[in-house]
């Protein structure tokens, strides 16, 4: 079944409820459900390639899609200057995908999390397109900066990407390391602190 805006809201209200959180939380605004499918398309193709518009069934067996297309909502709302909202669609994020992304940060399309368990994109980070993250990924604040990811970046499990930082375009970081340091472009970080080892090869 192709989702309509009407029907993504159902679905959302449908968490809601199952969430323990009211319906009236969130206004029907259908600007902002057909720009959030529009947005959330990109994801959804990182996941299902070959098809030609949202299936409903898929979406729904698929939770590491669930705090994606929460996110690209309470983005909107936020956005609208509806923070209340936007803050129910992050909680919701959280609950239905065991994964935390603020409606503050900045992504880019095509974003892709694996697993996702565990995973945090925190306030006012900043993430490209087509970035592809797994469980236990934590994108924050040190000392008051927020990291830039830039396009293609893969981050493996459990890495850490803190600080006023930017990660360069087609990077990998290795699971568990910890970037305190800006990378150049296809850098290959590990280890803890990270170091760029893409040179070594």
């Known amino acids: 079944m192709c989702m309509t805006p009407l029907a993504l809201y159902e679905l959302v209200c449908s968490w ?8 009236e939380s969130l206004r029907y605004d ?19 390639p070959s098809d030609v518009q ?16 929460t996110y ?11 923070e209340n909202a936007a803050s129910v ?3 919701l994020g959280r609950i239905h995908g065991l994964t935390e992304i603020y409606y503050s940060a900045q992504i880019g399309r095509g974003l892709k999390i694996n697993h996702g ?7 006012r980070c900043i993430v490209g397109d087509n ?19 830039g396009n293609n970046v893969i981050i493996y499990a459990g890495a850490a990407v803190l ?13 568990n390391a910890v970037c305190l340091r800006s990378t150049p472009p296809h850098a290959i970080c590990v280890g803890s602190p990270a170091k760029n080892i893409a040179d070594d090869e």
Do not use: M
């Not at 949202?54 to 297309?69: G, N, S």
């Not at 368990?117 to 306030?123: H, L, M, T």
């Not at 600080?163 to 699971?175: F, L, P, S, Y």
């Open 16 to 23: 809601l409820s199952l969430s323990y959180l009211r319906k």
């Open 30 to 48: 259908e600007r902002i459900y057909r720009e959030a499918l529009a947005e959330f398309w990109y994801d959804y193709i990182r996941w299902y």
């Open 54 to 69: 949202i299936e409903e069934r898929k979406l729904i067996l698929t939770p590491q899609l669930h705090p994606v297309l």
């Open 72 to 82: 690209r909502l309470a983005r909107l709302y936020f956005l609208c200057r509806e």
């Open 89 to 91: 669609c992050s909680l």
């Open 117 to 123: 368990i565990g995973s945090v994109i925190g306030a």
């Open 131 to 149: 970035c592809l993250l797994h469980h236990g990924v934590t994108l924050g604040d040190k000392d008051g900066g927020r990291p830039v990811i």
């Open 163 to 175: 600080g006023n930082i930017t990660i360069g375009d087609n990077t990998v970081i290795g699971a």
